[in-house]
């Protein structure tokens, strides 16, 4: 069974850190382009797009950040342990969300930030940046 779970997650104070973990089961993570995408709390719309927040590709390694987050977060792979990490730094209480990871085919043409590029996800973290 293809699966991944999120973990990580937490509250956090303005300015503070978290790191979030992303392991896969029944794949290898590494032949695939993943992506984070977070949901804010009240934008739970039908056919609202969950928000890209970072991605790295499968086929040159690139990283792909949104511009709210450049600079603060950090998204990295570690294949011996079939896991994808998103550092996030100087977290904002902006940064609330449920986070999700999401795996998909990627390759040399892809959209980083598009949902309908990814065919697994998580079930979701929840983050909470608040003092």
């Known amino acids: 069974q293809l699966q991944l779970v999120e973990s990580g997650g937490g509250l956090v104070q303005p300015g503070g850190s978290l790191r979030l973990s992303c392991a896969a089961s029944?794949?290898?993570?590494?032949?695939?382009?993943i992506g984070w995408f977070r949901q804010a709390p009240g934008k739970e719309r039908p056919g609202k797009e969950r928000?890209?927040?970072?991605?790295?590709?499968?086929?040159?390694?690139?990283?792909y950040y949104a511009d709210s987050v450049k600079g603060r977060f950090t998204i990295s792979r570690d294949n011996a342990k079939n896991t994808v990490y998103l550092q996030m730094n100087s977290l904002k209480p902006e940064d609330t969300a449920v986070y999700y990871c999401?795996?998909?085919?990627?390759?040399?043409?892809?959209?980083?930030?598009?949902?309908?590029?990814?065919?697994?996800w998580g079930q979701g973290t929840q983050v909470t940046v608040s003092s």
């Open positions: 999401a795996a998909g085919p990627g390759g040399s043409s892809w959209f980083p930030f598009i949902t309908y590029e990814y065919d697994y």
């Open positions: 029944g794949f290898t993570l590494d032949s695939y382009a």
């Open positions: 928000e890209g927040v970072s991605s790295i590709s499968n086929f040159d390694g690139m990283t």
